[in-house]
């Protein structure tokens, strides 16, 4: 039987304590034809000294500075060569078989550009994790949630979303990616830095004729929040900030006229919510995220690649508004939604 190359890289900033945790499973993985890579985004710590005295048998690639999510990534892929990448976060608990049936379904299915595993917390492991959950799905007004995740909403995992399916994005916390597709569209966007870059990535990929999949015979378990927790004033900012750039970047010209506005109203909803909340932060944070998206839109983007944008069936999308069934129609899970 045929296996593949993978490359399981893993990007470090500071990371040693995951590391230590969790590397020792990557490394008990039964594939036989893998090779595991630290991608280091310039760390501080004693996570380099400690690769070298513990994981002699491990490469690292040093990449020059904190490059973030997006550009750490894109400067250590083009120096690995392998059919597929994984990309995989430092806090991410793998379990015994999780790679052999994601390369079995892309190995099945060429058209396949994407796959994650079901995305479970570390801390709950009943519970579906944040980042991905059982894949990644979108609403009309760009809003991103998963199969098990709505908002901070996780739902207990019951085997409801068990079946491997076509979903818009995959997590980056476990993204399982053709490296031929993967440099062909150019690899994530970096001034992203980090946040939704994968997203954008998956988009991409739709566009050009591609399919995303969850695959949960696969299983990690998450910790979330290792670099930047949840609620951190950047964070909120990139989060706002990128997901309006992909918007401008992936629809047509006529649906971001339209979008991207009423993005911009519920936004501003969402600040004011938090400010009356006590949230000043994330007020301050959303607001610089829309006049850092003017500046990208006026000074900052690039041309795309042409591609046609508007007859493009998509997976995973919600035509419908995730906010009016969470926050007017109370309804908490995936499975109440997209019925």
């Known amino acids: 039987m045929h296996n593949p190359s993978i490359a399981i890289v893993i990007l470090n900033w500071n990371g040693r304590a995951f590391l230590e945790k969790f590397l020792p499973m990557v490394l008990s993985a039964t594939y036989p034809n893998q090779k595991i890579i630290v991608a280091d985004n310039a760390s501080t710590d004693d996570s380099l000294i400690f690769l070298r005295e513990k994981y002699p048998q ?68 009943k519970e579906f994790e944040y980042a991905g959950a059982s894949g990644g799905w979108i609403d009309k007004f760009g809003y991103p949630f998963t199969r098990g995740r709505i908002f901070d909403d996780c739902e207990q995992d019951h085997g409801q979303y068990d079946d491997a399916i076509p979903c818009f994005w995959a997590t980056g916390a476990a993204m399982f990616v053709r490296s031929k597709v993967y440099h062909e569209l150019g690899g994530l966007d970096e001034y992203f830095f980090a946040h939704q870059e994968e997203i954008d990535l998956c ?22 929040g290792g ?85 493009r069936q998509l997976s995973g999308v919600y035509s419908g508004s995730i906010i009016w069934q969470y926050f007017i129609k109370k309804r908490k899970t995936f499975s109440e939604i997209i019925r």
């Open 203 to 224: 988009w991409r990929m739709q566009l050009h004729g591609y399919k995303i999949f969850v695959e949960p015979k696969s299983v990690v378990y998450h910790v979330g």
């Open 58 to 125: 491990i490469r690292v690639i040093e990449n020059p500075g904190n490059e973030g999510f997006a550009k750490g990534y894109n400067l250590a892929l083009q120096q690995i060569e392998s059919d597929y990448y994984v990309l995989l976060n430092s806090d991410v608990e793998v379990t015994p078989g999780w790679i052999e049936p994601i390369i079995s379904l892309m190995e099945k299915n060429p058209s396949i550009a994407a796959c994650q595993p079901k995305l479970l917390s570390y801390d709950n492991k």
């Open 227 to 311: 670099t930047l927790p949840k609620g951190n004033s950047k964070k909120v900012f990139l989060n706002f900030r990128n997901n309006l750039i992909m918007l401008a970047k992936n629809l047509s010209f006529s649906k971001a006229l339209l979008i991207i506005p009423i993005r911009f109203i519920l936004d501003a909803l969402a600040a004011y919510r938090g400010l009356m909340k006590g949230d000043a932060g994330g007020w301050v944070a959303i607001a610089n995220a829309h006049f850092s998206f003017i500046k990208w839109i006026f000074f900052e983007k690039k041309k795309n690649i042409k591609i046609d944008k508007s007859n």
